[in-house]
């Protein structure tokens, strides 16, 4: 399968161009990294780099939720090496663990085939249709937003 743009949000509309094929069931994502994202050093702000995890980490979520929205409960990221402007970056993410409600993940951002950044994480599905009260939420569900 070949690549394709995924940058509709107005957030991932400022992390630049993303995108994504699949490999059998997991999404890869890539991206370049451009000036916009360098920080005082001129190597890629690590703000650049959680944006990217937890971006491609909630649409793996999503994926694997049928493409039901996911938002982020908790994140941690460990940086490695450095990216430099006109770096690709390749993002693989992996679904380690999923309930009915949350998706465990975890990612690793390569550049030049290294590992640049890691990431964990945990995303909370979302339910399509929003409860008609507080009362109605709390009987239906965890008591989770």
Known sequence: MSWKSISNSNYSVLLGDLLMKMDGDNPIFKTTVVDKHLNTANYAHGGFLMSLLDNTMGNASFLSFQKTPCVTISMTTHFIKAA??????????????????????????????????????????MNKKLPSSVTQKLKDDDGGW
Not at 91 to 112: D, G, H, Q, Y
């Open 84 to 125: 430099s402007i006109g770096n690709e970056l390749i993002i693989k993410p992996i679904v380690e663990k999923k309930t009915n409600s949350l998706c465990f993940m975890k990612a690793e951002i390569l550049c030049n085939n290294q590992i640049i950044a890691s990431g964990t994480g945990i995303w909370k599905v």
